[in-house]
């Protein structure tokens, strides 16, 4: 199971509290980890990759074991702590603004 940590207003419109754990078969990827999600939860489809294009939202950030992965390939593997569950996959909802 993938731990994932999601944004407090995501954990709101998904009616969750604390991280979430999904199944992902195969290589683990951050593709196949939010596709596990959206699939879990359906209300979320569209928050944080776009419905057309599937690419990051501009504000949303992905991390795991203390790195930024929002710019890596989507189809990456994931670290092994991350897909043996020692460390979950987080989804930050950025700031911006001056």
Do not use: W
Not at 34 to 62: C, H, I, K, S, W
């Amino acid at each position: 199971m993938i731990r994932v940590v999601l944004p407090p207003h995501l954990r709101t419109l998904a009616q969750v509290s604390g991280e979430v754990r999904v199944e992902v078969g195969g290589e683990v990827t951050q593709r196949l980890v939010l596709d596990a999600v959206e699939e879990r939860y359906p209300m979320l489809r569209g928050t944080m990759r776009d419905r057309r294009t599937g690419q990051r939202r501009p504000l949303v950030r992905f991390f795991a074991c203390e790195e930024d992965l929002s710019n890596e390939s989507p189809d990456a593997p994931l670290p092994d702590r991350v897909v043996k569950g020692e460390e979950p996959f987080l989804i930050v909802g950025a700031m911006a603004g001056g």
